[in-house]
């Protein structure tokens, strides 16, 4: 399976990296760019719809000794007037390692951090100290008195864990509340949490060649007035695959897209339910070019079926 790293270097080759970042993002070293942001439904406060997750690349470069790379992601990410920061314990030293570098460079305050909730079950049921101690320990990973958001992790076992994160919502330690998944054997279980508790978030995988979300999760969202984090808007490395060696069309620029990630995430974007989503990556340039998905104009129903038809006459890899 082609990375998105494999594709950038077989397509342009190093002096090309220059070529994905839109110019606009180049100019805005002397001021943000005007993101598009989305609301979120409880509160009514608004998040610009790209953020950066920590899976994936991120997540194996925290585990190696040189972390430098990801001080520049996260540093770009802000620069660009991101704020969204995914991550999770479950991500290896993902979470320890973005809250110790948004600490030293003093943004720690200004991300909107989302990380989740899954401790260890015996028997199909969390232990609910194990639970609350696996929180404690992201409150001092993350170095803030206020978590922003806590997400009970694919859905593990929702009775005992759902209610600790009330508690903590209850006691003002945590913002807003949600369940996730990336498992489609699980999408029937968050759509009967998301129709029966009170939640503020949901985060699921949603792509241009992953649209279940689109059938019934999404559109309950909307109804419910749940905001909705998008997991894996490249299918994971899929997509890359797909368009490896491909020009992007010229008929993007009709929505502002200058390259292919942008074509992705703006697909992704342009669903009305989905508040932020988060890619990660472990590269600045990658960062810089996922933000242009965030700028400019959005695809319309007829562009979207248009980038449907184009994709899926590419072959998967």
């Known amino acids: 399976m082609m990375t998105r790293r494999?594709?950038?270097?077989?397509?342009?080759?190093?002096?090309?990296?220059?070529?994905?970042?839109?110019?606009a993002l180049w100019a805005?070293?002397?001021?943000?760019?005007?993101?598009?942001?989305?609301?979120?439904?409880?509160?009514g406060e608004r998040l610009p719809v790209v953020g950066l997750g920590s899976s994936a690349t991120f997540s194996q470069v925290a585990r190696s000794e040189d972390v430098t790379a990801l001080r520049a992601v996260l540093g770009r990410m802000v620069e660009l007037g991101g704020t969204v920061f995914d991550t999770a314990p479950a991500y290896g030293a993902s979470e320890e390692v973005a809250g110790r570098i948004a600490?030293?460079?003093?943004?720690?305050?200004?991300?909107?951090?989302?990380?989740?909730?899954?401790?260890?079950?015996?028997?199909?049921?969390?232990?609910?100290?194990?639970a609350r101690r696996q929180l404690e320990t992201s409150f001092r990973r993350i170095g803030k008195p206020v978590i922003d958001l806590v997400q009970v992790h694919n859905m593990g076992d929702v009775r005992t864990q759902l209610p600790i994160l009330r508690q903590y919502k209850e006691k003002g330690r945590v913002r807003y509340i949600g369940v996730t998944t990336t498992f489609e054997g699980q999408y029937a279980e968050l759509v009967q949490t998301m129709r029966s508790e009170p939640i503020d978030f949901i985060g699921t995988n949603y792509a241009i060649d992953d649209?279940?979300?689109?059938?019934?999760?999404?559109?309950?969202?909307?109804?419910?007035?749940?905001?909705?984090?998008?997991?894996?808007?490249?299918?994971?490395?899929?997509?890359?695959g797909r368009v490896a060696g491909r020009k992007l069309p010229d008929w993007a620029s009709e929505f502002d897209a200058t390259s292919w990630a942008q074509f992705f995430l703006k697909y992704v974007a342009s669903h009305p339910a989905v508040t932020a989503i988060?890619?990660?990556?472990?590269?600045?340039?990658?960062?810089?070019?996922?933000?242009?998905?965030?700028?400019?104009?959005?695809?319309d129903a007829a562009m979207k079926k248009r980038m449907i038809e184009l994709v899926e006459g590419f072959p998967a890899a």
Do not use: C, H
């Not at 988060?278 to 695809?299: E, F, I, Y």
């Open 211 to 240: 649209r279940q979300a689109e059938e019934t999760i999404l559109p309950l969202a909307r109804d419910r007035g749940i905001a909705v984090l998008a997991y894996a808007p490249f299918g994971r490395t899929r997509l890359w």
């Open 6 to 23: 494999e594709w950038l270097r077989r397509t342009f080759g190093a002096a090309g990296l220059l070529a994905l970042v839109p110019r």
């Open 103 to 130: 600490q030293d460079l003093g943004i720690a305050r200004r991300l909107f951090w989302a990380t989740k909730l899954n401790v260890a079950r015996r028997g199909g049921t969390a232990d609910p100290a194990a």
């Open 278 to 299: 988060t890619p990660a990556t472990s590269r600045p340039a990658n960062m810089a070019d996922n933000m242009g998905g965030a700028t400019g104009r959005l695809p």
């Open 28 to 43: 805005a070293e002397a001021g943000k760019p005007n993101l598009i942001t989305r609301t979120i439904p409880a509160t």
